[in-house]
């Protein structure tokens, strides 16, 4: 009911019902000539409709009636006063001729022959707009309700209303100021200036005194007073807004038309003669007649008319017996020429009797900006304006943070249960520089809505106090995170080690500036933590030199500089993944938007609640989803508070290593990390010692969901850093005997099956295990077993290393000890072999032997041609990138044999005769009672060394055994095997092979 009574009174206003029976009256006064305009202008002849025209009117009136309905249902539409009354009276007009025609002689058309007028057409949907119009009036389309998320609702940064709660306690001000007010009889105008810093509540103030003058009553206690007359009565109160006005004379247009309308209620004269000396003094302006301040209006106006409207105004507004009091607020948002012109106002055009300005203000900041503008000379000048200043006091700080928390509490009532407690940290922690940046309650609002904005970008992906600090360089210096976002990396640095972003050093600290007389700004920061950061010299650049910083005060670059450092340095420790300096971090609040692969909370502990397989599920999600790093940085900061968490961390590290080579990950760095967080518990909690021991065996060594591989290097790796771990607790002897067990059944599982020619994982892990206490014998015993029942033609060929620039150059590798004891039990358990007759095999030991007659070491030449594997590997070498060109291109190795071992002596004995050049690369070994000799020479060198070297050795044979026959040696014995000394030697002497073959 009191809705449709407001609007009753906002519609039937006595001007509007005036001119509605005014509207009666002539019509009925000027029928006949109305009747005759119809008669000349709208009727039709008799044939006038045929059926298409009566079906194209009635589809038209159809539409037009369903537009309507859905003009007021679904788009909730608001007729205007004038289309309602159109309307309505066409359709009262209608209706009337409709019911008098016989009395104009008239005749309506019929639809299709029949007997439904064409004038119903129109009057159906015009009734349709006024019944839909009234009944969304009386039965207004409900609204979707819904549930409004606070992290959505701005905190707004309107003055107070009546029923919010007064954040400020500014409510004693305000009874103070009322009585100030309404006790107030003065000749001339008085003027009040409510003064505080931008943001401090003087609009919530003047919104209070306002309800205070015109409180909002019920229409009973607005009845009540029509009889009863109430002190208020004798106010009048104008909201003077200066700032809605662009024009300077819009500003004198705007407060006397406001001061006419509230008068013309109490004296329509003088309402018009304020509108009257408005349009004059705005003449005044225009003309540029000086109206100086503190001159009488006497002298001001004596020239011009305006004095006399003056005086007039004066003795009406005496005449009335009201006091006004207008509120002048946010002066401080206008330029110089229009707080001039706001206060001419004040002084001059408006000093009536009885009116009180209350004019809000900074005033501080309008004495800097009339004063910079050259328009004044100190403050004094705006101090003649006001009788009296209510300062504002500044609001303390521990009010700020209390209201801060408070709002910022109440608009995240939807985020994370752990948000409050963040919150909380986050103010508390000494890094926090709200003290520095938030001195009222407008930055207050600001930074909450900011903050609740850009938490929901980023979440909980960077720690609260960071994400804080950095709205607060944002809002208050846009500029510089533009200049930090293009010159990233000249001012941060990036440590790739630790993936963080930190502040550049100067390196030349100790040659920088002193500028801690630069620097002016006042607080108890110590600044001289400042001065060994490059942009702390930076900004020593003097205006102009430096374009990214000439604009920012003294005061501003150290509170800039103070922000990075508490955000980017040394005094921002990174002790977990969420710091602004993690670059991943860095980015996302840059670009406020929170990464697809961003690993949160909730899935980091969500890996707690699980184990086993589901576990190694879950680490396979996180790398398919690029999330491993994050996880791995998380584990690397996470301090497990139990047992059951360790538990989890454990196996989770375990998984990653089982699949290392998958995931891109070093073994190494993840065994440390293992180390880390098993070395840390073990530190902290000493009375789990037993469970930690059943948890490491449970989820490392004796894990069935992790490779027999990954048990193996991880029980190696433990026990090479013995010295530091001392084995987690665990015994020697269960390192051991897991150990060999481990191994044994890694043996077992190649039984029936052997691994690729390139897959040398078996050696390794054999060459780990034998540095293991003494389990080298028993793992030599079980790889010898091993190999017995297998074809060895794999062993052989992973036992033989390629030279890195050749393919034909080839040693035995000295892992083959570790599994087999040395190179040459290696050699004898290759020839013991069951295999040995198979053309693969032999070519191996032949190999072998060469190698042997080296004494296992130095390169050996071969060209293989029966083992199908070994040319497998030697076509991967060839057509391996690094191979370009053959290192032993055009080299021969030649191998003899002879039974005459006093040739060795006499090498040893008559050295001199073998030291020519002919002789610099040549080895004697006596071998199973056989000399056996080596020589290096090079293709186009093989002649030389049958002409030369051959004969010289021969020969020196026959002169040694006592044969003084001459012997001449011929090329064509020159052949492997055969005998090259003569019939008359009791010995032989014969080519054991010449490598590489042609």
């Known amino acids: ?154 905190t707004s940064d309107n003055p107070k209303e009546k029923d919010e709660r007064d954040l400020l306690g500014y409510d004693r001000v305000v009874k103070k100021l009322y009585q100030i007010l309404i006790n107030q009889e003065s000749r ?134 009201k006091k006004i009091i207008v509120f002048v607020d946010d002066l401080d948002r206008l330029n110089a020429k229009e707080i001039l012109q706001v206060l001419k106002l004040i002084r001059n055009s408006a000093d009536f009797t009885n009116v009180i300005f209350l004019v809000a203000m900074d005033k501080e900041y309008i004495v800097k900006l009339l004063t910079g503008k050259q328009e004044i000379l100190n403050a004094r000048f705006i101090d003649k304006f006001f009788q009296l200043e209510v300062f504002l006091p500044a609001i303390r700080k521990e009010s700020l943070r209390t209201i801060f928390k408070e709002l910022l509490t109440e ?22 520089l709200f003290d520095d940046y938030i001195h009222n309650l407008r930055d207050v609002k600001r930074a909450v809505n900011q903050i609740t904005l850009e938490y929901s970008y980023t979440g909980e992906a960077i720690k609260l106090k960071d994400l804080i600090n950095f709205i607060y360089l944002k809002l208050k210096y846009p500029y510089f995170i533009k200049i930090l976002q293009e010159n990233k990396s000249k001012l941060l640095k990036y440590n790739k080690e630790r993936d963080v972003v930190i502040l550049e050093h100067d390196e030349n600290q100790e040659n920088s500036y002193d500028l801690l007389d630069f620097f002016r700004y006042e607080s108890n920061f110590d600044h001289k933590i400042l001065d060994k950061y490059s942009l702390y010299k930076d900004f020593k650049l003097e205006d102009g030199k430096d374009d990214h910083y000439f604009r920012y005060s003294h005061d501003d670059k150290v509170l800039i500089i103070k922000t990075l450092a508490y955000l980017f340095g040394e005094e921002n ?91 891109n990950q070093y073994e190494d760095t993840l065994f440390k990390e293992l180390g880390r967080k ?72 190649y039984q029936d099956k052997l691994w690729r020619y390139n897959n040398y994982t078996f050696y390794h892990l054999g060459q780990k295990l034998s540095k293991i206490g003494s389990i080298k014998s028993e793992i030599v015993r079980l790889t010898k077993e091993f190999w017995t029942s297998q074809d060895i033609e794999l062993l052989c060929v992973q036992s033989i290393n390629i030279e890195p620039w050749s393919i034909q150059g080839f040693t035995l590798s000295d892992g083959i000890e570790y599994d087999f004891g040395s190179k040459r039990e290696f050699v004898e358990f290759v020839n013991d072999h069951g295999l040995v007759n ?42 391996d990138p690094q191979y370009t060109q053959e ?79 001459e012997f001449s040696f011929n090329e064509k014995d020159f052949k492997e095997g055969k005998n090259l000394l003569p019939k008359e030697s009791n010995h032989y002497f014969k080519l054991i092979s010449e490598q590489p073959k042609n």
């Not at 304020?274 to 020239?303: A, G, P, Q, W």
């Not at 007659?853 to 293989?864: A, K, L, M, Q």
């Not at 056996?932 to 020969?955: K, P, V, Y």
């Open 678 to 749: 098993v070395q840390g518990f073990i530190d902290q909690n000493i009375s789990e010692q037993d469970g930690l021991k059943m948890t490491i065996k449970n989820y490392l060594f004796e894990n069935k969901i992790l490779s027999l591989e990954t048990r193996i290097r991880m029980l190696t790796a433990l026990w090479e850093e013995k010295q530091n771990n001392h084995l987690w607790g665990l015994k020697d002897e269960y390192i051991f005997k897991t150990s060999v067990d481990i191994y044994k059944t890694f043996l077992g599982k």
């Open 838 to 879: 198979r053309p693969a095999i032999k070519e191996f030991r032949k190999f072998f032997d060469l190698y042997r007659r080296r004494e296992y070491r130095g390169v050996i030449f071969f060209t293989f041609e029966k083992s199908e594997l070994m040319k497998k590997k030697i076509e991967s070498q060839r057509n």
């Open 887 to 965: 290192e032993y291109h055009g080299k021969k190795q030649l191998f003899f044999e002879t039974s005459f071992l006093k040739l060795e002596n006499d090498w040893q004995e008559n050295r001199s005769l073998y030291t020519q050049e002919n002789f610099i690369n040549i080895q004697f070994t006596i071998l199973d009672e056989k000399l056996s000799i080596f020589m290096a020479t090079t293709d186009e060198g093989i002649q030389h060394l049958i002409d030369n070297r051959l004969s010289f050795l021969l020969n020196r044979i026959l002169e040694l055994e006592g044969n003084e026959i």
């Open 188 to 321: 001339k105008s008085l003027t009040i200036g409510l003064v505080g810093p931008w943001g401090n509540g003087k609009s919530s103030i003047i919104q209070m005194l306002l309800d205070k003058f015109e409180p909002n009553l019920s229409y009973k206690e607005r009845f009540n007073q029509i009889f009863n007359k109430d002190l208020l009565d004798d106010y009048l109160i104008i909201h003077f807004l200066p700032y809605l006005n662009h024009q300077e004379e819009d500003l004198i247009k705007e407060f006397f038309r406001a001061l006419s309308s509230k008068l013309k209620p109490y004296n329509g004269k003088l309402s018009n003669l304020v509108l009257e000396y408005s349009k004059r003094l705005v003449d005044l302006y225009k003309n540029k007649v000086n109206l100086n301040f503190f001159e009488k209006h006497i002298t001001s106006f004596e020239k011009t008319s305006a004095k006399e409207m003056y005086d007039d105004i004066n003795e009406r507004l005496k005449e009335t017996g």
């Open 1 to 154: 009911m009191k809705r449709i009574l407001e609007e009753i009174e906002k519609t039937f206003t006595a001007r509007r019902v005036l001119i509605v029976f005014i509207l009666v009256v002539v019509f009925f006064a000027k029928e006949i000539w109305i009747v005759s305009i119809i008669d000349k202008v709208l009727l039709v002849p008799k044939d006038f409709s045929n059926p298409v025209l009566d079906v194209l009117f009635i589809i038209a009136s159809f539409c037009l009636s369903l537009w309507f309905i859905y003009l007021f249902r679904r788009r909730v539409y608001k007729a205007s006063y004038t289309q309602i009354n159109s309307v309505l009276a066409i359709n009262v007009l209608l209706l009337y001729f409709f019911f008098e025609a016989e009395k104009y002689k008239w005749n309506y058309h019929g639809l299709l022959n029949t007997n439904f007028e064409y004038i119903w057409l129109m009057v159906i949907p015009l009734s349709i707009f006024l019944l839909i119009h009234f009944y969304s009036f009386l039965k207004p389309v409900k609204k979707i309700q819904r549930k409004l998320l606070p992290e959505y609702r701005l």
């Open 411 to 432: 608009k995240t009532q939807q985020f994370r249960s752990e948000f409050p407690t963040e919150l909380q940290e986050a103010l508390n922690h000494q890094h926090n």
């Open 573 to 663: 420790e990174t002790k977990d993944t969420k710091s602004i300096k993690k670059l991943s971090n860095f980015n996302m609040i840059i670009e406020q938007r929170l990464f697809e692969d961003y690993l949160g909370d909730d899935e980091f502990h969500d890996l707690f609640n699980n184990s086993g397989d589901a576990l190694k599920e879950l680490v396979k999600d996180k790398y398919e989803s690029h999330k491993l790093p994050q996880l791995l940085d998380r584990i690397t900061f996470y301090k497990p508070d139990s047992l059951a968490e360790l538990k989890t961390l454990i196996e989770t590290l375990a998984y990653i290593y089982d699949n290392r080579n998958n995931y």
